[in-house]
């Protein structure tokens, strides 16, 4: 049986915040990032994980709306052209939690006990690729020139990451440890989804 695609819905904050109790809202950005803050009532499901939790997910459709979201919009817009793909329907966020947050709505945090420390994935993806072009040019100017190809492989990867609108390297990173889910937590939020 062929599932035919649902239309992605792009709420405004405004809408968002208007209709907030009534959505089940979940942020698939990773968990580090979900602890720097994240909408109110909003469950972590990071984007790689969704589709483990599509069962879940189309439960929680099938009771009401859905809003899917991230830091500026992109990977829950991705998020949602794949339940779209499964006939669930669900709304993204314009702009993501950044929008949120500019507007002046608060953001929640886990209490500073329960918290991971973690740095956004656009800051993590800065410091490696800053990291990488030094390493290539100090290698390049203390051993040998040819090192100076890491610096020049890492400005190509920016170039084809701004004209591709992805990023090679956050996904990269977003299989580190410190960015990946523990499975009870993931557990613990499946079971705060179905319930809803």
Not at 114 to 120: D, F, K, N, Q
Request: glycine share 10%; proline share 5%; charged share 15%.
């Amino acid at each position: 049986m062929t599932v035919s695609p649902t239309p992605v819905v792009v709420l405004g904050v405004g809408q968002a915040r208007s209709r907030l109790h009534d959505l089940a809202v979940i942020d698939v950005r990773t968990p580090g990032e979900y602890a720097s803050g994240h909408l109110p009532g909003a469950l972590n499901i990071p984007l790689d994980q969704v589709r483990r939790a599509l069962p879940e997910i189309r439960h929680a459709a099938e009771r009401g709306d859905v809003l899917i979201v991230c830091a500026s919009g992109n990977r829950s817009q991705a998020a949602c052209e794949l339940l779209a793909g499964e006939g669930i329907a669900a709304a993204t966020l314009a702009g993501g939690t950044t929008a949120w947050a500019a507007e002046g709505n608060d953001l929640e945090r886990p209490a500073a006990s329960t918290a991971r420390g973690a740095w956004a994935m656009e800051r993590q993806v800065r410091l490696t690729v800053g990291m990488l072009v030094l390493v290539g040019l100090t290698l390049g100017l203390l051993v040998h020139p040819a090192f100076q190809i890491l610096s020049a492989g890492v400005a190509g990867g920016l170039v084809l990451s701004a004209l591709t609108d992805t990023c090679t390297m956050a996904v990269l990173l977003g299989k580190l440890p410190h960015n990946r889910p523990r499975a009870a937590d993931l557990e613990s939020t499946l079971t705060a989804l179905r319930s809803r």
